[in-house]
């Protein structure tokens, strides 16, 4: 005896499992941003130190995989403004982990770098981040580590263009026909 399914019985499937899958991934994010938070070393509770920001880290996390930036490149990496790059870099170097220059050829340039403690502190995050990536992209077949990291890259983008495209007193679903892979 052979089971027919319904054209509706298939949406349903489909929209189940869909909302199953979103649930699992909304539920994932918040981990995720603790996981982000926590790779980052914590300085020794000392009067006076303070944790960096996970914007922070950003910045120094670009300037270690990209070298020395103008401010403006660093807040196009980044997908910041000038003025919220300035606003780290300049909280960085009050902190030490910084250091500023003006090249010859162009003194209305200011360049960015890191200190050797700052980028010491930089490659440890990333290593430890390496090896959680590295563990979980060892368990998934290539098929599967090729479409995990599709997802990943495919959510950043469209959460950077949520971000970027809407107020944050209105922020609200943008419209299926708004396609961003283009």
């Known amino acids: 005896m052979t089971t027919t399914i319904r054209p509706m019985q298939v949406a349903s499937e489909t929209e189940t499992l869909s909302r199953q899958q979103m649930d699992q991934v909304l539920e994932v994010l918040p981990t995720l ?3 982000l938070l926590r790779s980052v070393p914590k300085a020794p509770r000392q009067e006076g130190i303070v944790p960096l920001p996970l914007s922070h880290v950003r910045v120094l996390i670009h300037l270690y995989q990209r070298g020395p930036l103008t401010m403006g490149q660093l807040a196009h990496g980044l997908g910041i403004s000038c003025s919220a790059a300035t606003e780290c870099v300049a ?3 009050g902190r030490g982990r910084i250091l500023k220059h003006r090249p010859q050829a162009d003194r ?4 960015v ?3 050797p ?3 010491a502190a930089a ?3 990333l290593s430890y981040r390496k090896v959680v990536v590295g563990d979980v992209l060892r368990h998934l077949s290539p098929m599967e580590a090729e479409a995990f990291v599709k997802g990943l890259l495919l959510l950043a ?4 263009f949520w971000m970027d495209h809407t107020d944050s007193s209105q922020r609200a679903p943008l419209a299926e026909k708004e396609d961003i892979r283009a």
């Open 117 to 119: 403690e700052a980028e």
């Open 33 to 35: 941003r603790r996981w």
């Open 108 to 111: 209305r340039q200011v360049v």
């Open 123 to 125: 490659s440890r995050v």
């Open 157 to 160: 983008l469209k959460a950077e």
């Open 113 to 115: 770098s890191l200190t």
């Open 91 to 93: 909280a960085l170097e």
